[in-house]
């Protein structure tokens, strides 16, 4: 863009708002446009949309596009310099589960002492721990695991694999993981612990 880079935010109903956005969708000059919908608030029905334009023209076309739309209140303002990744990143802190300490690369610093710890960088795949039903699983694997050794074990649509870390659980064999999913990787994280393994998965 010619100058600094925008964003178009969009406010007003569900209809015209959606209106709007298959608007967009069916405008061939704005088939590549990136913009977001949703529900802002839900107690007085307000829905947003936000654009962020790569060109003059494109953001041109998305603003003439919302504007044409009644019930919308449309503003072009300038995208605000900042580290995006950062952002973004501290959104994702490490989760505490049992035994189970799962972080990014972004938080190696704060890996503790004496837990199963599983680095897992966000990505594709399901299995950050951020996840209601992942940090149910560790905490249910846990809490079995004070009690129970398991022979065999089988994650089924593993994802990451976050359940898999041979290290977490006293059993002579290492778990099953498959995923059939897209995006998930070819092999399960890494543990920091002493026994860690990895093993190749079914993508």
């Known amino acids: 863009m010619s100058e600094s880079a925008v964003q178009i935010i969009?406010?007003?109903?569900?209809?015209?708002?959606?209106?709007a956005a298959a608007a967009i969708d069916a405008d061939p000059m704005l088939e590549g446009a990136t913009y977001s919908i949703l529900e802002e608030d839900e107690d007085k029905g307000v829905w947003r949309?936000?654009?962020f334009p790569t060109?003059?023209?494109?953001?041109q076309g998305i603003a003439a596009t919302l504007r044409a739309h009644d019930g919308l209140e449309v503003v072009v303002e300038?995208?605000?310099?900042?580290?995006?990744?950062?952002m973004s990143l501290?959104?994702?802190?490490?989760?505490?589960?049992?035994?189970?300490?799962?972080?990014g690369a972004h938080d190696q610093g704060k890996v503790p002492e004496g837990r199963v710890n599983l680095k897992i960088d966000a990505g594709a795949a399901f299995g950050t721990g951020?996840?209601?039903?992942t940090v149910g699983c560790l905490e249910a694997f846990d809490t079995l695991l004070k009690t129970e050794t398991f022979e065999k074990v089988l994650d089924v649509g593993c994802g990451t694999g976050v359940?898999?870390?041979?290290r977490a659980r006293p059993s002579p064999s290492a778990p099953t993981s498959t995923s059939r999913l897209p995006g998930s990787p070819t092999r399960t994280p890494r543990s920091t612990t002493p026994?860690?393994?990895?093993?190749?998965?079914t993508a």
Request: hydrophobic content about 40%; aromatic content about 8%.
């Open 10 to 19: 969009a406010r007003g109903l569900r209809v015209p708002a959606e209106t």
């Open 49 to 51: 949309i936000d654009a």
């Open 55 to 59: 060109t003059d023209e494109e953001a």
């Open 78 to 86: 300038k995208l605000a310099d900042a580290d995006w990744l950062a």
């Open 90 to 103: 501290s959104g994702l802190p490490p989760v505490e589960a049992g035994r189970f300490f799962v972080y």
């Open 130 to 133: 951020h996840h209601g039903t």
């Open 163 to 166: 359940l898999r870390p041979r």
């Open 195 to 201: 026994n860690a393994t990895s093993i190749s998965l």
